[in-house]
């Protein structure tokens, strides 16, 4: 895919670090999402496979382990293109999970591509997965789904290789202005 007219910002965060209302900014805005987890809630919906918080640990882990690291994002980047080809030119990514796949993004996608992660002091993403509606997660089990995202799936990487850091400490209204700024700077370097 030549050019920078295609425009596609990734979202990487620690999970409720808040990526999904990041996502949802883009989204009201028109731009389609692809989102990471869904390759996988598909997947184990073709397989029949039942969705708990467990299942999808280790279906996540299971898939990458029998099919390649690369697999996630092979479906991601298909899906890119054929929104493009549908004539889409921003796009928005929902889960980097990985350093393999942000490294065959970069690859596919050098200039169009722009990671941002999420950050928020972890006492409080605790808390606020704690507290939310979908899929809330006690102290012990986002301790431990920290743990496996950091080790087994090497979420670390593209956390600390974006290109912009947007911190999530305020209201919903502040994260928006973060992102808008963020969003400006990209279209100024576009």
């Known amino acids: 895919m030549e050019g920078k007219d295609i425009e596609i910002v990734a979202f990487v965060g620690m999970s409720g670090s808040g990526k999904s209302v990041a996502v949802d900014f883009l989204t009201e805005k028109s731009w389609p999402k692809v989102y990471f987890g869904g390759m996988i809630l598909r997947e184990m919906e073709r397989r029949g496979i039942e969705r708990t918080a467990e299942s999808e640990k280790a279906f996540r882990e299971e898939i990458r382990a029998t099919e390649g690291n690369d697999w996630v994002v092979l479906q991601v980047i298909d899906e890119i293109h054929r929104l493009v080809e549908a004539g889409q030119r921003k796009i928005v990514l929902d889960g980097v999970y990985s ?25 409080l993403r605790y808390k606020r997965v704690s507290e939310r509606v979908e899929r809330p997660f006690n102290l012990q089990e986002i301790r431990e789904r920290d743990k496996s995202e950091i080790e087994n799936l090497e979420k ?18 502040e994260m928006h202005e973060r992102l808008a700024a963020v969003l400006a700077e990209i279209e100024e370097a576009a």
């Not at 796949?101 to 992660?117: G, H």
């Open 99 to 123: 350093w393999t796949e942000y490294k065959i993004l970069k690859k596919e996608f050098p200039r169009q591509i722009t990671f941002v992660a999420i950050v928020v002091p972890k006492k």
């Open 156 to 173: 670390g990487g593209p956390i600390a290789a974006a290109d912009y850091y947007v911190l999530n400490d305020g209201s919903v209204a």
